[in-house]
């Protein structure tokens, strides 16, 4: 019989889709990745698939892999969609379907399911990544095909023994991992609306922020963290501590009205906060280690690693050459930034790096110690403004 | 005899300055431009030039026109040198010296005089202006010639009966306008100095701010803020009510290592509290009214304004051309951004534009009032991934 | 009865399009659009559509309006796609679908067809353009819905009394208007064959042009051409006349391997004398009369324009913004270039401004009218360089 | 005593400045790097050195490690200075230096010199590369400082027992290598006149050229060429036979308008008959193999390699960054091109790429074979257009 593996969370939508493939005739096989959602039981989740029909259930161990090789180029490259959003639920997408394929490779199944709707970008981002690494792969999209109403979906998973979860549901549609938490729908929908408290769950509220702020040293190499206050942990260590001290102040909050690679706009609530955190002390370091030019127009590769992420093109040549670039730029972001957590804000206070500042004070310097030719200047300019200073002599727009 | 207008701030420098003008052989016109400096009675200044030997003086009213013509394009092109400077210097010396080339013009002076040193930013600006506007007028920068040590500036000082002010000098070299302060040298030459209290003039240490936040709204008509609260205002006093109330609350920090044009790396501090404010809003409201290609390329126009406006280039054809993209872009940037200021932070917590939104919630919703057609997306995905499939199935990098 | 517009062309699929959609129960509107096709008979086809049972047919004159708002953004963006490719097609889509969508509002159609398949780029072209200039509109697409052999569709002709051209099919698939000539398939499908003579329509083949150059002076007006050889012509006329004569001279061919929009690669032969020669001279003006900053940047933009107009994107405020940019930058760019056309080259080999040159020979000179100052570069380069030079001594990646 | 190394060419200029370095108290090391000029001979060079008063004369044969390293990332990266110039003064420059470092570390000089005059882009490119490998050197730039007419050069040549050209001046500035020849100065001078044929060396005027075409075929691997006709060579043998084969055939002549560096402009004549036979050939390829996100996002990597050439930051971390992408990209660029060379114009007529080609027949014809699945691109063109249907809906500008 023909063999798929679903791509499964534990939640209804995906538990519903086993009973819906096997009626498509599909022999189920549910993998869920952890990549460090909050809250989670990943046993438990990996028993319920097979309580409601799947023939195998996988837990992988994502973590270390997605902080390494998805999170760490986010971090190199700045990489914020749209000046703000770090890719919480962008990255994720291309590490499920990678171990998806390496399942389906190595229980002979011949099909990927996954649990998108037709309106979002993860759509885009799973069968994007399912072409790229093996496009002999089938994909089924049933959450996309159910066009059912709520009630006819909850009548769908009575009937087929599938628990529905009891109470209210939640308004909101949340995906979380270990770089942030993305929460859409319900009374965000309305761009007026001020997002309210339990739309948040990473993060306290600036008014329920501690009154003492804390400080701490970021180290980094190579454009990556790998010390806090000195002591060297791993990449997830470093995400997972900061993700609770930089909640506990408040800290990477976004609210933004979002442009969709399905050519909507939708409204989205993120929290991020050691991403806000090690961004900010990132981008500072690189301000004190990065040449001028090379930091003018790293931003151009930025956007487009950022824009590549967001629409499902982690696996593609320019990916790798943009990748290629950031890397070399990063050999000698190599220091320690002082952050300030307090209020809401992660903040840059002081920057060190013994073996890659450019910042010369010598150069800088107003007092006497002053090394800088100052007498170049004159005839810098002279050559600066020749090209427009000939310009208005010729066409006289400004004078 | 040979007369020629000086750029003059009423301190030190720019006094002794005219002494050494009349040395060489002018006569000196002192011009003082009001750019909303903060604290400096102008009739005072403007009269002191004459007590120490200028010829003529005139204090010049700049604020509208700084605002609308400088400010203004700042903000519709959310225009942050680096990401995080917003031009405060770079924006006012572009019309200080369309100022003075018009005196220059009206009083028959054949040469303009600067007070900035050889290795910053500012010179480049004033004498790149001066040969756009009339490459005819000659250039003296008494400052950047001097090669004086400060007790030697004093002597002369003394020498030439220019008051000399009495007590410790300030440690710090300041300029500041309605957009901003920017405040270096001193303690904060150091990188890994913590900046200190007494470095900021217009914003209170988060430490400080009210426990109570500030909610407004904040209207645009063509990418400009043009009400607070519903309540029209020009520009100029919306940007100084910002400042008081923005600044109350600790918004607008920025501590960063800047990449001079004349190629040195210096530690600046800035304050711009009413930029803080205005420039979240209006990308704000750019994210809720411009189409989404227009909005993903115009940071490449915007990044390329803010260098020209860094560079000394306002006036010149690229900026020119740019600005014309700009403004035809902000046509559609209209509506009313509900900022909070709190605890040093300023955030768009909601956004409409009832003429402008391209927000539909129609589209975007997980409601049954869903009017996106779900089923497009399998094709798209399919046409979209294309290019890459084809390319890992030829070259299998990733499978 | 339901009236639809349909582009019709004469060829067999949009004629054998009129009876299917006639069986769609549609009130079939004929409309062609003269863009410059060489070679048709218009009012011919105008019957023809009448005779296979179109209810209304007309012909409408583009040509002037195509060649001032389509071909002549594309001159002064030196639009060239893939760096290649004067978008010859991609600039009638989106006029003929203007024409469709006036006449669907003046004969109250409710729908429009267009007769492209669907692995073209211009279906998207098409459906674009109509979306945004009246997405209310429906939209048909016959010929991607026919899914027919070339046998069931002659038969379906032959069922429908619509002519079926009598002898071989061209192995072609040609498009053609004003600005040039598009060819693919048949043999031009394997990029190791070379494109033979028969591919070729409006150029002659090297070794059959003449031994003796055409030389001509091309005068420019904003970056469009107005004169030859100093009389002026319309855009249209000037574009005709030189489609002959360089075509005669063998200018224009291009055989390229070409990115489609869908995702697919295809092999293109491309023909266009005019803009060859249009395009030359236009950008080797531009060389004279713009500023280097702007003449550095300008290709950005040139390259999104050139992208909006390849994929469909016209009618966008993205192309809006960038043509204002394109408009702002062209108003120096006044002046005469000598052209020489020769064995398949179109070559600029002299070229004046008189009011807007800013080549000035006394600053390029090597003779003693030599004004440069030679002396500001030393400074220029100390300060050029600065930023590397400190780079180096602190990394050593290079010494 | 104090030792310099001097850029020594054999020319009047830099013989001269034997003598005048040694008035200013220097022991003079005269090097002339072999690039690959034409018709010089070095041996001669290097002892003329000698004769006019060099302590050393050395000859360093830089050939191979000028193609690899300085011709080979011009041809990855489609490097052509405003779109035509294909870098080959800007290319030397970097070598030289880096060979006259070595030297002056080796002789234990402290201080190298060029011949560059002030006006020109040498200088800049000599002296940044001076500053990147050792800031320490000091820099003597004798023709920058002569100050001196014609007249004067020869009085003091004479004086010194120079030997001094007999008869007339060349009224041109020549330099050249294996990578072309730039010709400058004299007639040229006016942009009006055309450039006589006494201006080129290295191709034949169109109306010379054989009346039979050369085709051949060229084999590239990873973006380098490697094979003419399936006879794997060195890059130096394949330009130095493309040079004279394709320089037959009149081709490779370029007549601009140029911005420089320093701020002016000037007009060129230059000659590479090799670059454009290979530039055009690799384009094509590239064409054939890259995928198409791709290929539309290098070009803005090439124009940065190309401005960091010309603007002499070869040796800067943003052109090694850069170069990174550029090599990444490469890896596919594999397979032969057919070019055909004949009347002043190299064209590619066929290419094929066994390994790496994305283009896929099956995919792009139009004959039954087709495996484009047509009924995605509805679905494609829907969320394609879907921003702009939105923007319109609202804004109402086209329709």
New interface residues.
């Given amino acids: 019989m023909n063999k798929i593996v679903l791509a499964y969370s534990g939640g209804l939508d995906t538990s519903v889709a086993i009973p819906w493939l096997k009626d498509k005739g599909y022999d189920v096989v549910a993998a869920v990745l952890d990549v460090g959602q909050a809250g989670k039981n990943l046993s438990e989740i990996q028993q319920k698939a097979l309580n409601v029909g799947a023939v195998e259930s996988y837990v992988v161990d994502g973590k270390d892999e997605f902080a390494k090789d998805f999170v760490g180029p986010v971090i190199q490259a700045n990489a914020l969609y749209?000046?703000k959003y770090p890719l919480v639920s962008a990255l994720s997408r291309p590490l499920i379907i990678k171990k998806l394929?390496e399942i389906a490779h190595e229980t002979g199944a011949k099909a990927i399911a996954h649990g998108s709707?037709?309106?979002g970008n993860d759509?885009?981002r799973f069968?994007?990544a399912i072409?790229?690494?093996?496009?002999s792969l089938a994909i089924e999209?049933p959450i996309?095909d159910f066009h059912w109403?709520r009630e006819e979906e909850i009548d769908y998973a009575k009937d087929h023994n599938v628990p529905v979860p009891i109470g209210k549901k939640s308004p909101y549609?949340i995906d979380d991992n270990l770089w942030g938490r993305a929460n859409?729908?319900g009374i965000l929908?309305?761009?007026?609306?001020?997002?309210p408290e339990d739309a948040f769950a990473l993060t306290a509220a600036?008014e329920e922020t501690p009154d003492e702020a804390d400080v701490l040293e970021l180290t980094f190499k190579k454009g990556l963290p790998v010390a806090i206050n000195g002591q060297e942990k791993s990449l997830v260590t470093i995400i997972e501590e900061l993700n609770v001290l930089a909640g506990k102040h408040g800290i990477g909050?976004i609210?933004?009205?979002?442009?969709r690679?399905?050519?909507?706009?939708?409204?989205e609530i993120y929290e991020a906060p050691a991403a806000a955190v090690i961004m900010t002390a990132h981008?500072?370091l690189e301000?004190?280690t990065?040449?001028?030019?090379?930091?003018?127009?790293?931003?151009?590769?930025e956007?487009?690693i950022t824009?590549?992420y967001y629409?499902?093109?982690y696996?593609?040549?320019?990916f790798?050459?943009?990748m290629?670039?950031?890397?070399?730029?990063q050999e000698?972001v190599n220091g320690v930034v002082?952050m300030k957590l307090?209020?809401?804000?992660a903040?840059?206070?002081?920057?060190?790096s013994e073996?890659?500042?450019?910042?010369?004070?010598n150069?800088?310097?107003?007092?006497?110690a002053?090394s800088?030719?100052?007498?170049?200047?004159?005839?810098?300019?002279?050559?600066?403004?020749?090209?427009?200073?000939?310009?208005?002599?010729?066409?006289h727009?400004?004078?």
Same sequence: chains 1, 2, 3, 4.
Avoid: C, M
């Fill in positions: 749209e000046g394929v709707t037709g309106k759509q885009v069968e994007t072409h790229a690494l093996d496009p999209a996309r109403s549609s859409e729908a929908e309305n761009p007026w609306n001020e997002a600036v909050r609210d933004k009205i979002e442009n690679l399905v050519g909507i706009k939708s409204r981008k500072d301000d004190l990065l040449e001028r030019d090379l930091a003018h127009f790293k931003p151009v590769i956007a487009k824009e590549l629409n499902g093109l696996f593609s040549p320019l790798d050459a943009s290629a670039f950031i890397e070399k730029s000698v002082k307090f209020k809401g804000q903040t840059a206070i002081a920057r060190q073996s890659n500042s450019l910042y010369d004070e150069l800088a310097t107003y007092t006497d002053d800088f030719d100052q007498v170049s200047a004159a005839g810098f300019i002279k050559l600066w403004s020749l090209p427009t200073t000939v310009f208005e002599q010729v066409n727009i400004h004078d």
